[in-house]
């Protein structure tokens, strides 16, 4: 990877890419500490840290690198165009209009969606501040006195700063996207989950040495796994039947059809972590339920209960996303259109069944797969009550190995086109 940096670092044009990506993610983490209007960010951290850090709202926290809970101007980070952009793709699945839009009419059809995407930015961002903000104004009846000033104007600033926050990043996503290397928002989390390795490492050397030395070889081996898991697919062999077309014969040629193994990247984590999480998330905001034994027991995050729970809908998820990327009888219609076919299985129905069934096949691994990298933290903070401080997770791991393997790729892909002599050569 670094030597890719340092090859790719040699050429003007990707060494502007590289320099504009670097200048918008230094100024998100700069603008990630300013702090909104009316707001005592100081006892609201306290606060976090001490109830709410095993909540939803510490996943969003951990998404916003610690934005979320000092209430910054980013607090709401990347998470409304993200949710956005997952709502409006289920939706194009769902509504045939949107459905028309995004396969028939082409490139101005996907900027419609994208436009439709960033209006439905605003309005969750304007809902999440005003979550936020009554959320804030709620713990005053816990003798906590997070909101200043009180009246109709701090409310609108509060509420638009968050709003405003919000679609700052996802200008700021797009920017990195068109102008720079890789994707823009995937940058962004990797640089707000790169922000907090300094503490967790601080932690790791504050830790007994075996503990940290277990730590240290337990992440390497995980990160060795992703990567392994990250490339690893299966191959349908596909044959495509000759045809004249003209004094041409085409077709003829044996190809395959590759399913990666991780289809669903960490979509099934996200979806899984953010609905395990609302039962302790509604403990936190009711005095005295945190402390009981129904909360230890089943809704904490670090017991046993919750860890079931937790990889059940890590499989549930897994199938549910996969249905939306991958359509059999899609996949089926285009191969015979194409003349294609694969050995062994007449056109039609038969391969689309076929195509079904590895699929099936290979959701159950890969939700293995994220369960084995979400269920690990949690099982090794169980045996290991110093693990469960450490600001990590399997999403977090996820997100950093694949963004870094995306952008590797992508600079190779950038150096491969401009080193490319062609056939005048």
Not at 18 to 43: E, G
Not at 77 to 97: D, F, H, K, R, W
Not at 143 to 168: E, K, M
Request: aromatic share 12%.
């Amino acid at each position: 990877m670094f030597s890719t940096l340092a090859n790719a670092w040699k050429i003007p044009e990707l060494r502007k890419k590289l320099m504009f990506t670097v200048l918008m993610l230094l100024i998100y983490r700069l603008c990630s500490v300013i702090p909104v209007p009316f707001i005592d960010a100081s006892q609201l951290a306290n606060y976090f840290d001490s109830t709410l850090s095993n909540t939803i709202l510490g996943l969003y926290d951990a998404m916003s690198g610690s934005a979320f809970s000092t209430a910054t101007v980013l607090a709401l980070g990347i998470q409304p165009y993200i949710n956005a952009s997952i709502i409006i793709q289920l939706l194009t699945v769902a509504l045939p209009p949107l459905e028309r839009m995004a396969k028939e009419e082409g490139e101005a059809g996907k900027k419609k969606i994208e436009r439709i995407t960033r209006y439905t930015t605003v309005g969750l961002g304007l809902l999440l501040g005003f979550a936020y903000y009554t959320m804030m104004r709620n713990y005053a009846t816990k003798g906590l006195t997070l909101i200043t000033a009180d009246g109709f104007l701090p409310a609108v600033v509060i509420i638009l700063a968050f709003t405003a926050g919000s679609c700052f990043v996802m200008w700021m996503g797009e920017q990195i996207t068109e102008f720079g290397i890789g994707n823009g928002i995937s940058m962004i989390l990797f640089a707000n989950i790169i922000s907090g390795l300094p503490g967790m490492l601080s932690r790791i050397l504050d830790m007994v040495w075996w503990q940290a030395l277990i730590i240290v070889i337990g992440l390497a081996a995980l990160v060795v796994f992703i990567i392994f898991i990250n490339d690893a697919e299966r191959r349908v062999p596909v044959q495509y039947a000759k045809r004249v077309v003209g004094r041409k014969i085409m077709g003829g040629q044996n190809t395959n059809l590759p399913i990666k193994v991780a289809m669903s990247g960490v979509m099934p984590i996200i979806f899984a972590s953010s609905i395990c999480s609302i039962p302790a998330t509604i403990c936190a905001f009711v005095p005295g339920w945190t402390e009981g034994n129904w909360y230890k027991y089943v809704w904490s995050p670090n017991s046993w209960v919750y860890f079931v729970l937790y990889v059940l809908m890590i499989f549930f998820f897994s199938w549910f996303y996969s249905t939306i990327q991958y359509d059999p009888v899609e996949i089926s219609n285009n191969l015979k259109k194409n003349g294609g076919f694969i050995p062994g299985f007449r056109p039609g129905k038969p391969t689309s069944d076929f195509i079904q069934k590895v699929i099936n096949k290979i959701i159950v691994f890969g939700a293995m797969y994220l369960a084995i990298v979400a269920g690990l933290p949690i099982v090794a903070g169980n045996l290991m009550s110093s693990v469960q401080n450490l600001a990590i997770g399997g999403t977090s791991i996820i997100i950093i190995v694949g963004v870094a393997l995306e952008t590797v790729k992508a600079l190779e892909a950038q150096m491969l086109m401009r080193h490319y002599k062609g056939f005048l050569d």
